[in-house]
């Protein structure tokens, strides 16, 4: 079965430092990889998601992630964080089964503490 | 466009109580999904339902029950209340079935229930 791996539970960063988080995946012939942010008592915001093409994938606040099939992997990355970018950070992968159903499936998610 | 809608946001109830929680998906969005996030679990799926039929459903017991109308508008219930069961329920709504390449998912704020 699949599954979505964030080695990380904290990640710890000064403001205006750059910051990877990371996310591994159990191989499958194709998936659909996304990264959503949690603010404190809200709900899930997409960031950015990879469906197909360019493995460089752009998101909304200056973020970014790299599909790296080989690896099996989909890193977070932002050059310079800032104090409002601390959030919980989950990584998702979808995957069609071998029942032929789709899922969704978080990782168990990154919490990322920008310090001043 | 308006976003996901679940009320109530926050509500406490007792050990053997039931909960309803509604959820109302962005317009022209006929999947609807629900998850319990928990510190300790993750995310965790419940069910997913699509044009009114159950499509998914995770690994919960049959307390956990949900059902979608005919305008996708979708309630979760959970009967005879435990403790374990407080957690934030999140529900999501997508265009197509999730994890396909049209079933992004686009969460709500989320019902957090406290059962005492």
């Known amino acids: 079965a699949q599954s979505v791996t964030q080695l990380d539970s904290q990640v710890p960063v000064f403001e205006e430092a750059p910051v990877e988080l990371r996310c591994n995946y159990s191989s499958s012939v194709s998936v659909y990889l996304f990264w959503y942010v949690q603010y404190p008592n809200q709900g899930l915001q997409l960031l950015l998601k990879y469906l197909s093409g360019s493995t460089l994938v752009k998101g909304i606040n200056g973020f970014e992630a790299e599909f790296n099939k080989s690896q099996t992997s989909f890193h977070l990355r932002k050059p310079s964080v800032h104090i409002s970018d601390t959030a919980e950070y989950f990584c998702a992968v979808s995957d069609r089964g071998t029942s032929g159903t789709y899922k969704y499936i978080f990782g168990t998610g990154t919490r990322l503490k920008v310090l001043a | 466009k308006a976003g996901v809608t679940q009320t109530p946001r926050y509500l406490i109830k007792t050990r053997g109580q039931q909960v309803t929680l509604s959820c109302s998906p962005i317009?022209?969005?006929?999947?609807v999904s629900w998850y319990q996030q928990t510190p300790g679990q993750g995310l965790q799926f419940l069910f997913e339902y699509f044009s009114e039929t159950q499509r998914n459903k995770g690994n919960f017991p049959g307390r956990f029950s949900g059902r979608q109308f005919s305008n996708s508008r979708s309630e979760m219930n959970v009967s005879t209340l435990e403790l374990g069961d407080s957690a934030l329920y999140l529900c999501a709504s997508s265009r197509g079935l999730a994890g396909t390449h049209t079933g992004e998912l686009f969460f709500g704020e989320g019902s957090r229930l406290t059962v005492l």
């Open positions: 317009s022209g969005h006929r999947s």
